[in-house]
């Protein structure tokens, strides 16, 4: 089939999203898969083999490669919501050029599985390296990354959490360098040749700023985990050292004048570095070099220590935070001209810990280090390449070819970029529309490896992913009912929610990856740590808190340390309608209750106290902790759950969750409690219902804080079970008289504790 021209532009433009979005991997090697097509984890998962479901594995296909920015209509016919490119604004400061040049010139070896094709097929290789060129002169004329190395505590924390917050639920673990790639992995690339550490830890913040269309969600992760989690990738980097020190050792209460003072050592370094000193108390440091500030404007620099420390810019007291003291932090705001400022930071450590950190933020510029933008001298030489490397010489002369290009091969109609303040506007000729497209030739050729073409780009598409697409691109208008579950279906695909949670017995966590899906409260087993089942997620929760999940994440399950990332709505708001009408197919149960309101919310106090079914044993109630383990908040109830669902799901929680640890307050529909509402199931449940909608003006139930219950064997051992921290939910304690312990877990067969003097507070 004829391919325009601007089928070849579209797929430049997706080469910059996985040069601007992709989250690259640590320097520590990751195992490297044997892919040589696109790698999607819901269509390695879901579509690699059957015919069922091919169709729509081809729906994923043209959603996540991008089909449709060339191939406009025909969206309706297949129900594919196609991914929206990333924001190309200032990608020079998150990008390093030479790593553009390399991807861009051969994306596929650059990144085994990615979705970026190859864009020159066909071409000759002079052609191919000046359009390249010209290219990259454009985009890394929007900025130039920073580089940075983390400190080794960040590293740490950064394994941590990159195995714990979600990460691992797409992307290949990273403990085991020896353990198999699952197919399902989204691979990662090299990190010290696409990133540097601050431009991957700004992405981590706010993946939506660039990536708009929420593949990579956000995991509402604060500057510190994003810091840390990004220094993770990059702990093998060794960068060149950015500031002088002098070394000094005294005993001193304030910060003496180290200029009058011999110093023991001298040398260079990188960062705001204290292990240099040879020893961790009675020293001092002088930190000297030169502050490069990339554009006039007002500076905010932030100084913490402990003990003493002052900074100065040109000579002039900027923040000072002298004296013996525990960490404090100040900061004052001045205006820099852009260009070198002399930099001087002095710290003293008296006694106890020792911590320094000296961070700024200005126009354009987060808040970070001092050292990402300090050198040792005022105009230092260019950085040279690393062996192996092929430094990237900016040409400006290329500068406006690249510019031009970038609107006439149609990069734009996908990519947001600006040009001195204006959007680049696409040229060309539109390609064809979708449904109209012959499926034996152009990019889904199967001859395009052996016979490129000028112009075609070549996806590297498996023979699996070319008939997948065939198919979807021919597939016929579904009809209402099955059009909403195709959507729900290609959306929790396309977003990769099935990793996480499962619906209707598709999904949910993969073996490999289990162990890692972890939790602060271990016997509550595996509902305190694997995400919730999505089967009926419309008839559970309101309209309004599936809106505020998908557009916010959430964070109402404290103790599961997999969060909930937040996708915006603009990407997938449509399942809040999608899955109400999917889900909401009972009718609603009768509610009426005609007491009065007071004495209804009085019986759901009563209810959910100490003296009947003891909510509070396992529920947080506001701010007040349960009496035992510490599960979701009572109060979060009614603002994320619907009335009918609730009482229906407090008649029969097993039905709803299977193995859950919710016990059946009324068995077999049954009340245990006869005199409260006259011995009503539902009107109790209500009551309950009505009594946590009063939110914060509701009173405390009965016995959530208690005095303790301490039990004390005397003249024979006692048995208790229970939750018992440290063991599985089948837990037995036995107390002996002799004030010895022990605790038994009987889920694993298996001794767990042993301690002595008291036994237990059966009040927790």
């Known amino acids: 089939m004829h391919v325009p021209a601007r089928l070849f532009t579209i797929c430049l433009v997706t080469t910059l999203v996985v040069i601007v979005c992709d989250p690259p991997a640590a320097n520590a090697a990751e195992p490297a898969a044997a892919v040589g097509h696109p790698l999607l984890p819901a269509f390695a998962r879901f579509h690699a083999t059957g015919d069922k479901t091919l169709a729509g594995g081809g729906r994923l296909l043209i959603s996540e490669l991008n089909c449709t920015s060339c191939h406009a209509g025909g969206v309706s016919a297949t129900g594919v919501k196609t991914k929206p490119a990333p924001v190309l604004d200032a990608v020079g400061t998150r990008v390093r050029p030479e790593w553009m040049v390399e991807f861009l010139t051969n994306p596929h070896r650059a990144k085994p599985g990615t979705t970026m094709p190859d864009l020159f097929p066909g071409l000759d290789a002079q052609s191919e390296s000046a359009q390249v060129q010209a290219l990259v002169n454009f985009l890394a004329s929007t900025g130039t990354p920073r580089p940075s190395a983390p400190q080794p505590q960040e590293v740490a924390r950064g394994e941590r959490l990159f195995h714990q ?3 691992i639920a797409c992307h290949q673990p990273r403990r085991d360098a020896k353990a198999s790639v699952l197919a399902t992995s989204v691979p990662l690339g090299a990190i010290d040749k696409k990133y540097t550490r601050d431009s991957l830890a700004t992405f981590l913040k706010n993946p939506l700023a660039v990536r708009p269309g929420g593949r990579m969600p956000s995991l509402n992760l604060n500057d510190q985990e994003s810091r840390d989690i990004a220094g993770y990738f990059f702990q093998a980097v060794q960068l060149p050292p950015n500031l002088n020190f002098a070394y000094y050792e005294g005993n001193w209460a304030k910060l003496p004048d180290f200029g009058k003072l011999k110093p023991k050592t001298t040398g260079k370094v990188s960062g705001f570095q204290l292990g240099v000193a040879a020893r961790r108390d009675r020293f001092g440091l002088r930190f000297t070099g030169f502050l490069q500030v990339p554009k006039a404007g007002r500076y905010t620099f932030f100084l913490g220590s402990d003990d003493g420390s002052r900074l100065q810019i040109d000579g002039k007291t900027v923040v000072d935070v002298d004296g013996v003291h ?16 002399a930099l001087l930071v002095d710290f003293f450590e008296a006694g106890g810990g020792e911590v320094l950190k000296a961070d700024f933020q200005g126009p354009g510029i987060s808040r970070r280090t001092l050292s990402n933008h300090s050198t040792t001298v005022a105009r230092p030489k260019p950085r040279k390449p690393a062996k192996g490397e092929k ?10 070819t690249g510019r031009k290009l970038f609107a006439s091969l149609g990069c734009a109609s996908c990519h947001q970029m600006k040009h001195k303040n204006q959007p680049i506007k696409p040229s060309g000729k539109p390609a064809r529309p979708l449904d109209q497209l012959k499926v034996a030739g152009g990019c889904l050729s199967a001859g395009l490896a052996k016979a490129p073409a000028a112009g075609i780009p070549d996806f590297h598409l498996s023979a699996r992913q070319r008939q997948a697409l065939a198919l979807a691109v021919k597939a016929p208008a579904l009809p209402g009912g099955a059009a909403v579950a195709a959507r729900i279906e290609g959306t929790t695909e396309a977003f990769n929610c099935l990793a996480c949670h499962s619906r209707n017995k598709r999904g949910g966590v993969e073996r490999p990856r289990n162990a890692l899906f972890a939790t602060t409260i271990k016997e509550m087993g595996d509902e305190g740590r694997i995400p919730p089942l999505l089967d009926g997620v419309g008839d559970k929760l309101n309209d309004n808190w599936i809106k505020h999940v998908l557009d916010n994440g959430a964070n109402d399950r404290p103790y599961m340390l997999t969060r909930m990332p937040k996708f915006g709505t603009a990407n997938v708001g449509h399942l809040v309608k999608d899955f109400g009408t999917a889900d909401r197919t009972r009718k609603p149960v009768p509610l009426a209750i005609t007491d009065r309101i007071h004495r209804v919310r009085s019986a759901g106090r009563f209810l959910s106290g100490d003296k009947a079914l003891a909510c509070i044993k396992c529920h947080y109630f506001g701010g007040h902790k349960a009496t035992g383990i510490q599960s979701l908040d009572l109060l979060t109830m009614t603002r994320r759950l619907r009335k009918d669902w609730f009482v229906r799901y407090m008649l029969d929680p097993q039905a709803y969750r299977p193995g859950t640890r919710m016990p059946a307050g009324w068995p ?19 009551s309950v219902w009505e009594y946590l909608a009063d939110g914060g003006k509701a009173g405390l139930p009965r016995g959530l804080i208690r005095n303790p219950i301490e039990l004390e064997p005397k003249d024979e051992p006692i048995i208790y079970r229970n939750f018992i921290s440290g063991v599985s939910p089948r837990g037995i304690a036995v107390g002996y008289p002799e004030k010895a312990n022990l605790a038994f877990d009987a889920d694993q067969l298996a001794l767990r504790l042993i301690w002595h003097n008291a036994f237990i507070d059966a009040a927790k």
């Open 391 to 400: 430094a990237f010489v900016p040409d400006a002369s290329l500068v406006e």
């Open 165 to 167: 917050v979600g990460c």
């Open 326 to 341: 525990p960490y404090q932090e100040k900061n004052a705001a001045i205006e820099l001209e852009a260009g070198p400022h």
């Open 668 to 686: 077999r529909g049954q009340t245990l409690l006869p005199d409260v509402l006259d011995g009503e199931a539902k009107h109790q449940i209500v």
